[in-house]
């Protein structure tokens, strides 16, 4: 190894029509780097966007939906936040429990920012009510506040066509294909892990699916903008926290699953427990299911309470709809997918590897689920033209393959490294990190991945957090030296990530393949609290440009 150092009042359009296949689909764009310029001025209030209009719901109306006796007074409401910065006038206040503090402890702020009633638990109840403002207390707040925010919005989400994406893997990928897909529909909303886009705005996104509050606040604002459709992401930390609750999807798509956040979850049964929970019929109304994963088998097998469409990418006989003809390629797949009634559909996956014909598919059968011709479905699934931080590439005039992904997990790191390694002529050389205050069972495994499947593994930072990088970069070497000698590339640990991505660049040749994995579309990296910008892309881009510019070097990858 080689060591290196350093409402029901709110105005409704009417619902489209699912079979209404009106207008070309349409494409995407990468996210904007921090350095481009971008038309959308900043938000003017913090938080969430909130619709233009919203009829006041009278408290007592809240009150009796949550079957608690109405407190005095005669407020109206016509906001909901969980948030005390974020607090506009007219708002119900939700102050939950949280770790360190109680949200109670804020709701005086949020009084002074023109709050009329604050909804909490028993344990924040005094502190509310010491404000003067209206309380509605209930043992569960967080688990009420969905629903309250569907109802002060006037049910937002039963005007829009919702497809809700879960899995471990290919969520975010598989929500912009549908997002293409749904182009055919009219304008589209799509919120995820990389932004939120309500029509052509862009609004950078927090976490992969938005507190209660906030979601329904964009659905809000998204029926009032005329959007017709919404793609999105659900991690199991929003159906485990109640962040989809309020909203039943149309189309609900099973990815896969493999172990990750088992810092959160008690275990992989938990995991699919948390994940299953998208499939009942309190979260939506029909199932698209991934035949190829064992989890995926035991939703189609009985444990969805709704019915189940199955798709497989590896052309199972006893699936719904299956892919054929399989031809993968550096950029992209094509492939042939056999459905139901003897029909024949003609596919392509805008990006490349066999993990994307699946994302690709689910897509289309998803699409098809909701109503879309199938053939129209695929169009507009392959007419996207990409998916940022999602084997995303780079190209500064290099005579290799450059590219960036989000994979930070080890089934995930595995995928991309093979897929890549079909498409390389040459070496391939791999920079990964591991998040600290994150899962730590999966740190060796990704190491020894990356040694195991890389002719040159560099282990580096990712966000680091609160946690000493070397020992994280420790156990990820540990598990790269459980990887025998003769089956393992060469193995270079940087602590700096910059730094190790130029390793890389230096070491590649013609006909190389050099990929950067773990932060995909992310432009920060957070060590010790302090986040500090960094975007793979513009750091490989700036490696690749300075290495052309250098005096040429001896080759050091014997």
Not at 135 to 149: E, F, Y
Not at 225 to 235: H, K, L, P, T
Not at 306 to 322: K, L, Q
Not at 440 to 460: I, N
Request: aromatic fraction near 4%; include cysteine.
């Amino acid at each position: 190894m080689s060591y290196g150092t350093p409402a029901r009042r709110n105005h409704r359009p009417a619902r489209p029509s699912l079979r209404d296949g009106a207008g070309a689909p349409g494409t995407l764009t990468a996210v904007p780097h921090a350095d481009q310029s971008q038309t959308n001025p900043p938000a003017p209030s913090p938080g969430a966007p909130r619709p233009a209009r919203v009829s006041p719901v009278p408290l007592t109306e809240l009150a009796g939906q949550l079957g608690i006796t109405a407190p005095k007074g005669s407020a109206a409401v016509t906001g909901i936040t969980h948030d005390s910065r974020a607090v506009r006038p007219g708002d119900l206040y939700a102050a939950l429990p949280g770790a360190r503090f109680h949200g109670a402890d804020f709701a005086a702020q949020a009084a002074a920012q023109g709050a009329v009633a604050v909804l909490t638990d028993p344990a924040g109840a005094e502190r509310a009510a010491a404000t003067g403002l209206p309380v509605l207390t209930v043992p569960d707040p967080r688990g009420r506040m969905g629903s309250l925010a569907a109802a002060i919005y006037g049910e937002p989400g039963r005007d829009l066509l919702r497809i809700g994406i879960t899995g471990t893997s290919g969520k975010t990928t598989t929500a912009y294909l549908v997002e293409g897909g749904l182009r055919t529909l009219g304008p589209t909303g799509l919120i995820g892990t990389v932004e939120s886009r309500i029509g052509e705005e862009r609004l950078k996104s927090e976490r992969t699916t938005p507190e209660a509050t906030d979601l329904q606040a964009l659905f809000a604002v998204m029926r009032e903008r005329g959007v017709r459709s919404v793609a999105m992401e659900v991690s199991s930390h929003a159906l485990r926290l109640g962040r989809v609750d309020g909203c039943v999807f149309d189309v609900a798509v099973f990815n896969n699953l493999s172990p990750e956040h088992m810092e959160f979850h008690s275990g992989m049964e938990d995991y699919f427990q948390a994940k299953a929970e998208l499939f009942t019929k309190e979260r939506s109304r029909l199932g698209v299911v991934n035949l190829d994963d064992e989890y995926g088998r035991r939703l189609a097998a009985g444990e969805s309470e709704v019915p189940v469409i199955t798709f497989s990418a590896e052309g199972r006989a006893d699936a719904d709809w299956r892919a054929v003809d399989v031809v993968t390629g550096p950029v992209d797949s094509s492939f042939t997918i056999l459905g139901p009634e003897g029909r024949t559909v003609r596919a392509k996956a805008p990006l490349p590897g066999p993990f994307n014909v699946a994302n690709a598919l689910a897509a289309v059968v998803a699409l098809t689920a909701a109503g879309i011709e199938a053939q129209a479905a695929a169009d507009g699934v392959a007419a996207v033209t990409g998916v940022p931080g999602r084997l995303e590439r780079v190209d500064a005039g290099q005579p290799y393959l450059a590219a960036v992904d989000y994979a930070h997990k080890t089934d995930a790191v595995e995928s991309v490294l093979r897929a890549l390694r079909k498409v390389t002529t040459g070496r391939l050389h791999a920079v990964l990190g591991c998040g600290g205050d994150r899962d730590r069972t999966k740190r060796a495994p990704m190491g020894a991945a990356l040694a195991r499947l890389a002719d040159t593994a560099v282990l580096t930072s990712d966000n680091p957090r609160s946690e000493d990088p070397l020992a994280i970069l420790a156990t990820m070497l540990a598990g790269a030296a459980e990887v025998p000698a003769d089956e393992r590339g060469t193995v270079l640990l940087m602590e700096d990530r910059a730094a190790a991505i130029a390793a890389a660049v230096d070491r590649a040749r013609p006909g190389d393949t050099v990929v950067v994995l773990g932060k995909g579309h992310e432009q920060g990296q957070d060590i010790a609290g302090v986040v500090r910008p960094f975007d793979d892309r513009q750091v490989l881009r700036e490696a690749i440009e300075h290495r052309r510019t250098a005096a040429p070097h001896p080759n050091d990858q014997g």
